[in-house]
């Protein structure tokens, strides 16, 4: 049966370098994928991996009916036996709900990647609706590292290496981007609730919110 699977995981946690194996191992075994993607770091129409790999992809920009795009093609004669969505988070839910359309009516597997929460661990609302309709969610089992050794389950925005929490959702950039840039990095649950990113680690400062409060 044709699957909607939604790779979650934070960033830099390997999703867009699994999206580029699984159309490696498919193309070479002759099958015809469609890669859509938004927003990528390396460009329009790009899925970019940070271990060097890039690809061609559609860009699925705002307002795209996904599932009329694939019909169009199929109707003109392109075959295609699979689709892959990176930064599937920045798609909107009824783009979620057109997947879900091209698995179930086109019979096609629709593998989708992305980070389910935003800086202030938020869902995103294309991965909120990810969740409610995936056949089946997976972890990437290479699992980001918070500066402390534990697992990494947040992404932080940082600003000067320190962290920020008021802002819009959506700014596309990296980790490990010079100091005075925004940027992004991962961190346990307890070190984002703290707010201590690795900059603020090494300072030795912890945010003046999150000091135990005097219960008197
Ligand atoms: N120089 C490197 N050598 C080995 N692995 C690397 C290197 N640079 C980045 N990586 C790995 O690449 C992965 C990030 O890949 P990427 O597919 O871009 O992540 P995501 O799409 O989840 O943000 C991380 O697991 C990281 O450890
Ligand atoms: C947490 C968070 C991230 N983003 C952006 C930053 C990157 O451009 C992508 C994630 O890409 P990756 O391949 O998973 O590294 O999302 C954002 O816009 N808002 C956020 O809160």
New binding site residues.
């Given amino acids: 049966m044709p699957e909607l699977v939604f790779f979650s995981?934070t960033?830099?946690?390997?999703?867009?370098?699994l999206a580029l194996q699984i159309a490696h191992n498919r193309s070479a075994r002759g099958l015809q994928g469609v890669i859509f993607t938004r927003d990528d770091r390396a460009g329009e129409g790009k899925l970019s991996?940070?271990?060097g790999l890039v690809t061609d992809a559609v860009e699925a920009g705002p307002g795209m009916d996904l599932y009329g795009y694939l019909v169009d093609r199929m109707t003109y004669g392109g075959r295609i036996d699979y689709v892959i969505v990176d930064e599937a988070q920045f798609l909107a839910p009824e783009q979620i709900d057109q997947l879900a359309r091209i698995v179930d009516d086109l019979s096609l597997d629709v593998f989708a990647f992305g980070i389910t929460t935003d800086f202030r661990t938020k869902l995103f609302p294309g991965s909120q609706r990810l969740i409610e309709l995936a056949d089946r969610i997976e972890a990437l089992q290479?699992e980001?590292m918070c500066w402390c050794g534990a697992r990494a389950t947040h992404n932080a925005r940082t600003v000067g290496g320190e962290m920020v929490v008021e802002g819009e959702q959506v700014v596309v950039g990296d980790v490990d981007v010079p100091a005075e840039e925004v940027g992004y990095e991962v961190l346990c649950r307890r070190h984002h609730r703290k707010r201590m990113t690795s900059a603020a680690a090494r300072a030795g400062v912890l945010s003046p919110d999150v000091l135990p409060v005097a219960s008197d």
Avoid: E
């Fill in positions: 995981g960033m830099d946690c390997g999703k867009s370098t991996s940070r271990l290479v980001a």
